[in-house]
Nanobody, 123 residues
């Protein structure tokens, strides 16, 4: 599985941004969970949101963020609203082949990672 994250950039506080994660390397991602994590300088990587590929079930750490998918394009989106300076981080998408609820928010449960895209929230 290969993941390509994009869409990061500079956005003012209160603004919005949509990140994309293009998934490839398989003919089907049925059963997969695709998640977004972020890592700010000097901090641990933390869970942001996830979506189950098959039924679109979603999981969030923050209701300002929503996650969706376009199955025809094999792409996952992270819509981020009401952004704050503390949201500044490198955002990564990650994949695991099946949902395990107890490990959904743990980065070590994911075996495929994209390269990350930088989001900077600043005036």
């Amino acid at each position: 599985v290969q993941l390509q994250a994009s869409g990061g950039g500079l956005v003012p506080p209160g603004g919005s941004l949509r990140l994309s994660c293009e998934c490839s390397g398989r003919s089907s991602f049925s059963g997969y969970v695709i998640a977004w994590f972020r890592q700010a300088p000097g901090k641990e990587r933390e869970f942001v949101a996830a979506i189950k590929w098959t039924n679109g079930g979603t999981y969030f750490a923050d209701r300002r963020f929503t996650v969706s998918r376009d199955r025809a394009k094999n792409t996952i989106f992270l819509q981020m609203n009401s952004l704050k300076p503390e949201d500044t981080a490198v955002y990564y998408c990650a994949a695991q082949p099946r949902l395990i609820t107890s490990t959904l928010r743990r980065s070590e449960a994911y075996n495929s990672w994209g390269q990350g895209t930088l989001v900077t929230v600043s005036s």
